[in-house]
């Protein structure tokens, strides 16, 4: 990998990157009022399951395809795959949460002229748009191969999780390290499952993650927007 490939996934990765990432738990918060989650084990679990039965099938996929169609710069491909994308949000908070990140990393993508003039001027007129559509664009603009860049978004999620984890279970630092330790070798599951699924197979199915975001929309006491 290059040095500018590799900080540019480091950039990417980066929970200091302002798109809001750490105010979204993603259904974590609504487990752990659920009791689903309570200890590092159970945490864990979460994240691993995420990993290979929801963004391996999804998100990841998605992102891969994605990215060749901006590598192509196939605008209408793009503009009807993130349209299907959004409307597979299981729930209202969800589909408000990928916009609002999305939008966030396009004028992230927009002020700093990544990539060259055509593509940002397609990647504008995306309204609304999803968070991974927008990642790609950015993986692209910086010729970020596909592996690497599914590996910066599943670090970045299992991050995320993470650092939802320690504040919403509680959880200290150290079973938070764990869970990312772990994690490594499930991200490159995931990676490899994803670079392995046409864009036909790609699925969200994931009835339980919907249900728990429904909840957290009405949950009394919370630290998350999703």
């Known amino acids: 990998m290059r040095l500018a ?34 200890d590092g084990e159970t945490a864990r679990a979460w994240v691993e399951d995420g990993l290979l039965h929801v963004l391996a099938r999804g998100e990841l996929p998605f992102i891969a395809h994605q990215l060749g ?8 491909a793009l503009a009807t795959a993130d349209k299907q994308f959004l409307a597979s949000r299981e729930a ?28 940002r001027t397609t990647l504008e007129a995306l309204t609304p748009l999803s ?28 991050e995320n999780q993470v650092s939802a984890a320690i504040k919403a279970v509680p959880l200290g630092q150290l079973a938070g390290q764990r869970i990312l330790v772990a994690a490594r070798a499930v991200i ?12 036909d197979r790609i699925n969200t199915f994931s009835p339980m993650l919907g249900v728990l975001s429904a909840r957290h929309e009405t949950q009394y006491s919370r630290l998350f927007r999703s």
């Open 131 to 158: 968070q991974p559509t927008a990642f790609a664009f950015a993986a692209a603009a910086h010729e970020v191969a596909a592996d690497a860049a599914l590996a910066a978004y599943a670090f970045a999620w299992a």
């Open 92 to 119: 209202a908070e969800l589909r408000r949460e990928t916009e609002q990140m999305g939008w966030s990393l396009k004028q992230l993508a927009l002020s700093l002229e990544w990539g060259d003039q055509a593509r």
């Open 5 to 38: 490939e590799l900080t540019a996934v480091l950039h990417l990765a980066s929970p200091a990157l302002p798109i809001g990432a750490f105010s979204y738990s993603q259904g974590l918060e609504a487990a752990v009022e659920a009791q689903w989650i309570g």
């Open 188 to 199: 490159d599951e995931a990676v490899a499952r994803a670079l392995d699924t046409p864009p």
């Open 69 to 76: 169609r901006w590598q192509r710069h196939d605008a209408d």
